[in-house]
């Protein structure tokens, strides 16, 4: 087990070897998920904007008032 030492300013270190493991890096964003009084942490892959912009273009045929109506219920 791996453990940190929480600063007086609420910040945690996180292990070398946990960082190794989740693949972290200085600027790095990520998660926390708490559950039954356990947090898991995991790193958020960064968002592409230029990637969705390009995808978002390929995606027209879903967007016609026939398709609006016929998933408005889903």
């Not at 600063?7 to 926390?32: C, F, H, M, N, W």
């Not at 904007?49 to 008032?65: C, G, I, Q, R, V």
Request: glycine share 4%.
């Amino acid at each position: 087990m791996l453990t940190s030492r929480l600063s007086s300013k609420g910040q945690l270190t996180v292990p070398k070897k946990i960082r190794e493991i989740i693949r972290v890096s200085p600027g790095d964003v990520v998660a926390y998920e708490v559950a039954e009084g356990k947090v898991s942490l995991k790193r958020i892959e960064p968002f592409d904007a230029a990637f969705h912009a390009a995808l978002s273009k390929t995606m027209d045929e879903w967007m016609t008032p026939e398709d609006e109506q016929a998933f408005r219920d889903l």
